[in-house]
């Protein structure tokens, strides 16, 4: 499923384009157009690691030009059609344009250098960064790749103020978005830092990551997940903070509703009839530093006739 969303991501007036496997991480969702060799981007990004060096070819091999930190902002012109693996991450190499000083340069990145994206306030930098890759053997005997993620809290002079690790699997879930939240209620927060990842079709599920920020560091918070299959079925985890409705200092509460249903017997009908439906609460404390479980309770229970 990956391989065919990244490939209609570049199919363009019937051109396929050459990507790393991970560069859809980055690019998708972000409105790309195409020329002739190459991917038109014209997209901002930031840096995401301590250091990272631009060349004057799109190459490891290429002749270093300069050096960017953390928290640096670039402008991504183009995608070449040179691709690398560093850190099990396999991307393009990208034409970019930044500012040193008052000069106005240019240069090649590889774009696995960059953050998948970050939101800010006045002050504050959140940044998702795609870490590493690496192989994990499941219970099977398969292998399947693992993606570590960190998130990073810069302040305004880009130093790096707190950041976490999680590891997922989203590797048929390239679509993500990012966004600051709030505290919601939750004592010693000042802001609650949320990333979605997508496969953006039916089947694949949407994840949901929370991080809080306590004005000192990161923590890391319960998560949630949907997925829609069409109508036979649905799965969907709802969280309800202390600030709203339902909600109660203290506490985290999660919804979790699921519905199956089955497609009509009558051969001249496609009609969806529901089956089943359930709903259940899982209740979590919060202190202002950590999240405990305390219990899950069936809410509703519903057996429809056949």
């Known amino acids: 499923m990956k391989k065919i969303v990244l490939l209609l991501l570049l199919l363009v007036s019937g051109a396929v384009f050459a990507q790393g496997t ?3 991480l980055w690019l998708y969702g972000k409105d790309v157009g195409d020329s002739d060799d ?10 995401g690691v301590a250091n990272c060096y631009v060349r004057d070819v799109p190459s490891t091999s290429g002749k270093l030009v300069d050096s960017l930190q953390l928290g640096k902002r670039v402008m991504v012109k183009k995608l070449t059609q040179k691709t690398q ?4 991450i396999d991307m393009n190499w990208v034409e970019i344009q930044y500012l040193s000083g008052t000069t106005t340069k240019k240069g090649y990145l590889w774009l696995g250098f960059l953050a998948l994206d970050f939101k800010t306030t006045n002050t504050l930098s959140f940044l998702t960064v795609l870490e590493r890759v690496s192989a994990k053997k499941e219970e099977d005997g398969s292998v399947s790749p693992e993606y570590v993620l960190g998130i990073k809290v810069l302040d305004q002079n880009n130093a790096l103020l707190d950041s976490k690790e999680i590891r997922k699997d989203i590797n048929d879930t390239p679509y993500h978005k990012q966004s600051l939240m709030g505290n919601y209620g939750l004592q010693n927060i000042q802001n609650l830092y949320r990333i ?7 089947g694949i599920p949407t994840y949901y990551f929370y991080f809080g ?12 997940m949907s997925i829609v299959k069409a109508a036979l079925y649905s799965y969907n985890e709802t969280f309800i903070f202390p600030d709203e409705p339902g909600g109660k200092p203290g506490y985290i509460f999660k ?9 009509s017997a009558n051969e001249d009908e ?6 089943e439906n359930e709903v259940w609460k899982e209740t979590y404390t919060w202190d202002g530093e950590k999240v405990i479980f305390i219990k899950k309770s069936l809410q509703q229970k519903e057996l429809f006739k056949q």
Do not use: C
């Not at 693996?85 to 099990?88: A, E, V, Y």
């Not at 919804?255 to 497609?263: H, L, N, V």
């Not at 496609?270 to 089956?275: A, G």
């Open 255 to 263: 919804i979790i509703e699921e519905s199956k249903g089955r497609i």
């Open 270 to 275: 496609s009609e969806i009839i529901p089956t």
């Open 85 to 88: 693996k560093i850190k099990g």
């Open 38 to 47: 190459t991917v038109v981007i014209e997209k901002e990004g930031i840096v």
């Open 196 to 202: 979605s990842f997508s496969g953006g079709v039916y």
């Open 22 to 24: 991970d560069s859809g």
């Open 213 to 224: 920020w306590t004005g000192t560091k990161l923590l890391v918070l319960p998560e949630k």
